[in-house]
């Protein structure tokens, strides 16, 4: 096609023909240019792939990210170079974010500080960066359960506890458990308190138990002294025992000094 255009500009050109023949440095350049295969950020590698070699084009893919694994066929493309002959993708896992720049770490979100929060408002705010977000009472006597509800009966109780520590990242979007009160309560000082102590199972074992010296913990007594209360005293405390005399630690005698009279 290049040709026959050629030629016609000849037979067109006249007198005017010889002269751009004879100007030093006059060239005629015919680039042929492969098909594009159209930008592929954003598609899954299995798909960008394909796309590519039906172009006949070689391609490559590696890991976007510093941690220079191999990239699977869910992962996503981050990136793409193209030459005359190549193209060249760099992925992430499929759900993770991208990198600023081919080659840096994935920029993966922090579990933000959600404790004082509504349950409404936790769930709004950890949005897609987390999977199910569970709410459950924070007493062990009450009980609370919803799973990523913001309108539910549970929306305003307050947030006390949260499964996944502030600040941590927040890979592979892991599931959240919120532990929360209703909303004028306070939070317990630690997970595992009970709101009434008298429910606390250690807390009846210590009600009812036996004091260590064997006695009754509401009766009050004590051992017997062996007296008969009155001041009168019984044969036993005269027994002189088998061998006779007053036994080990003396007898009992009731009278002064000096005997009764």
């Not at 172009?55 to 996503?76: F, I, M, N, Q, Y």
């Not at 997970?191 to 009846?204: A, M, R």
Request: glycine letters at 10%; proline letters at 8%; charged letters at 25%.
């Amino acid at each position: 096609m290049a040709v026959v255009l050629l030629l016609l500009l000849l037979r067109s050109c006249g007198d005017d023909c010889d002269d751009a023949a004879s100007t030093p440095n006059a060239t005629l350049t015919i680039t042929a240019t492969p098909s594009p295969a159209g930008s592929q950020v954003g598609k899954s590698v299995e798909s960008a792939l394909e796309r590519v070699r039906q172009t006949g084009l070689s391609v490559v893919v590696h890991d976007a990210s510093d941690r220079d694994e191999k990239p699977g066929g869910d992962w996503t493309v981050c990136f793409e170079k193209a030459t005359l002959s190549k193209v060249a993708f760099a992925a992430v896992p499929d759900g993770a974010p991208c990198p600023k720049k081919d080659g840096q770490r994935i920029p993966w979100p922090k579990m933000p500080n959600v404790k004082g929060a509504t349950y409404a408002d936790a769930v709004e705010k950890l949005g897609d960066a987390v999977g199910a977000v569970t709410i459950e009472a924070a007493y062990e006597d009450e009980a609370a359960y919803d799973t990523n509800n913001e309108a539910g009966d549970y929306a305003n109780w307050k947030v006390c506890f949260q499964s996944v520590k502030a600040g941590t990242r927040l890979a592979q979007e892991p599931d959240v458990i919120l532990h929360a009160v209703e909303k004028d309560d306070a939070c317990p000082s630690s997970k595992g308190l009970y709101k009434n102590p008298k429910y606390d199972p250690d807390y009846l074992d210590r009600e009812y138990a036996e004091p260590e010296d064997g006695t009754s913990a509401d009766d009050g007594s004590s051992a017997d002294d062996g007296s008969s209360g009155d001041g009168g005293s019984s044969e036993e405390d005269y027994y002189p025992g088998d061998k006779g005399g007053c036994p080990p630690g003396g007898c009992y005698n009731p009278c002064p000094p000096g005997g009764c009279r």
